[in-house]
Nanobody, 124 residues
Framework: QVQLVESGGGSVQAGGSLRLSCAASGRTFIRYVMSWFRQAPGKEREFVSAINWNGNTDYTASVKGRFTISKDNAKNTVYLQMNSLKPEDTAIYYC??????????????????WGQGTQVTVSS
């Protein structure tokens, strides 16, 4: 089993920044993908960003240029630096992981392991 624990959420004003962390423990994959999803009230969970075992990254269009995903292999931790936050970024943010299958996975059904989520609230 893989355990994921997110932290770093909070409340900020529009234009502010937050850094989310996702610490992984337990079973590890040699080739993996770590992703961030978010879910706003009344909406489906949506892909935000991902990083794979090789350091390649991907982002949904709405966060490109504002969010940066990175990882610290020594700490088994993935980060999501969120800058220039907007009210529409308000959501519960979840990290997820699974084996890397060679292509990016943008749907939540493709991931078996999830964290508990952390709330991000951006006020205007």
């Amino acid at each position: 089993q893989v355990q994921l624990v997110e932290s770093g959420g909070g409340s900020v004003q529009a234009g502010g920044s937050l850094r989310l962390s996702c610490a992984a423990s337990g079973r590890t994959f040699i080739r993996y993908v770590m992703s961030w999803f978010r879910q706003a009230p009344g909406k489906e969970r949506e892909f935000v960003s991902a990083i794979n075992w090789n350091g390649n990254t991907d982002y949904t269009a709405s966060v490109k240029g504002r969010f940066t995903i990175s990882k610290d292999n020594a700490k088994n931790t993935v980060y999501l630096q969120m800058n220039s936050l907007k009210p529409e970024d308000t959501a519960i943010y979840y990290c997820a992981t699974d084996v890397w299958h060679g292509v990016w996975s943008f749907t939540s059904d493709d991931y078996d392991y999830w964290g508990q989520g952390t709330q991000v609230t951006v006020s205007s």
